[in-house]
């Protein structure tokens, strides 16, 4: 396997249907496809038929690439995304990041559902996330470094971009949108965590828990591509009043999310210069 060549044929073939200057690349997570409405869109195209992408196995997700405009921006969005729980390695993950970097996105917008077990948030809101700890068995760069996307080691002091996080929070103050700001685990899933783990991940200083978003963000990263992520707080983690939660339920929460969703990213697009 050829990592480069394998991100070259999918920007090639997205090249030949005039596919590029994008300025901003978005991922939607669970529950988040409202945004669409407000994008004009000029065209969707299904991951599995593009060159090295994959089929999105998660029923809730769509699994489609659109290009459209956003509040006058080029964008390009995931519809969906893929997941280490579904049997892709951390390449196949995050191919798509690479992919919209070379179609010349200048930031990255992750969006994710995630649970709390901070006492302090509650279901049914949104976190600006802040810093993350990544307990997935791997990560995306591991192997042959792609030298002409990035360095060797890079740096992962400020992982989530300052002025693009201080944007999300000023749109939150000005609209009066409930936005927390907190630590992200991510893990491996697809099963959710036992009352043990839950005050596990808690004690070593995480706010919320997933299973997405951080290969996502270590590859923005190994690209000085600036990244945000919004995680949907769709159930509360407290350990010692765990009840079971369904898929519904989930999907359920983080639609009630998205307006406040919505509006933080159309108002971001609009103020990028």
């Not at 299904?46 to 769509?62: D, G, L």
Request: charged share 20%.
């Amino acid at each position: 396997m050829n990592r480069f060549e394998d991100i070259d044929q999918a920007y090639q073939f997205l090249t030949r249907k005039g596919l590029n200057h994008a300025e901003i690349g978005i991922v939607l997570g669970t529950g988040m496809g409202k945004l669409l409405d407000e994008i004009y869109i000029e065209m969707s195209i299904p991951f599995e038929t593009i060159p090295n992408f994959q089929p999105a196995s998660v029923e809730f997700h769509k699994g489609e690439l659109i290009f459209g405009l956003l509040r006058g921006k080029r964008v390009v969005v995931m519809h969906g995304r893929y997941h280490y729980y579904e049997g892709y390695s951390f390449h196949q993950i995050t191919l798509p990041i690479r992919v919209m970097k070379l179609l010349g996105i200048r930031c990255l917008i992750i969006s994710s559902a995630c649970g709390s077990m901070n006492p302090e948030y509650s279901k049914g809101s949104l976190l600006l996330v802040e810093d993350h700890i990544n307990l997935l068995p791997g990560n995306p760069l591991i192997g042959p470094n792609l030298d002409a996307f990035g360095p060797r080691f890079p740096d992962m002091s400020r992982p989530y971009s300052g002025w693009m996080n201080a944007k999300f929070m000023e749109i939150a103050r000005q609209y009066d949108l409930l936005l927390h700001r907190g630590v992200y685990v991510a893990v491996s899933g697809p099963m959710l965590e036992t009352p043990a783990e839950y005050r596990y991940l808690r004690n070593i200083g995480a706010d919320v828990v997933g299973m997405s978003t951080v290969p996502e963000v270590i590859v923005a990263n190994h690209m000085s591509l600036p990244c945000s992520a919004l995680a949907v707080i769709t159930d509360e983690c407290d350990p010692d009043h765990l009840e079971p939660i369904s898929v519904d339920d989930l999907l359920r929460m983080a639609s009630a999310t998205e307006p406040a969703f919505c509006r933080l990213v159309t108002s971001f697009a609009e103020s990028l210069q």
